[in-house]
């Protein structure tokens, strides 16, 4: 049974830099054929994908975040990683780390840290 479990701060300020991290048990994070996917969903609106990173390592973002976003892994602690600049109250949202096959729909998900931006 593959877990997730996000970790990280649930409170920036404005122009900084969220960090959040998603611990994995269960399964690596190098195994071949899987995603590894950072995911929110803000009030009142639907999930949003942000971006993933492969099991080498590569990583995709959605355009919108792609110019402030960084996915990245350590791999001697089965972790991935999610750094998002200057971040805006439009930032605050429900985050998860999802593992996806390679269908990109999701199977597993953390069950998600609540990331609020307010000065």
């Known amino acids: 049974q593959v877990q997730l479990q996000e970790s990280g701060p649930g409170l920036a300020k404005p122009s900084q830099t969220l960090s959040l991290t998603c611990t994995v048990s269960g399964g690596s994070i190098t195994t071949n054929g899987y995603y590894w996917s950072w995911i929110r969903q803000s009030p009142g609106k639907g999930l949003e994908w942000i971006g993933r990173i492969t099991s080498t390592g590569s990583t995709y973002y959605t355009p919108s975040f792609r110019s402030r976003t960084s996915i990245a892994r350590d791999t001697s602690k089965n972790q991935f990683t999610l750094q998002l600049n200057s971040v805006t109250p439009e930032d605050t949202a429900l985050y998860y780390c999802?593992?996806?096959?390679?269908?990109?729909?999701?199977?597993?998900w953390g069950q998600g840290t609540q990331v609020t931006v307010s000065s």
């Open positions: 999802a593992r996806e096959p390679q269908t990109l729909i999701p199977d597993y």
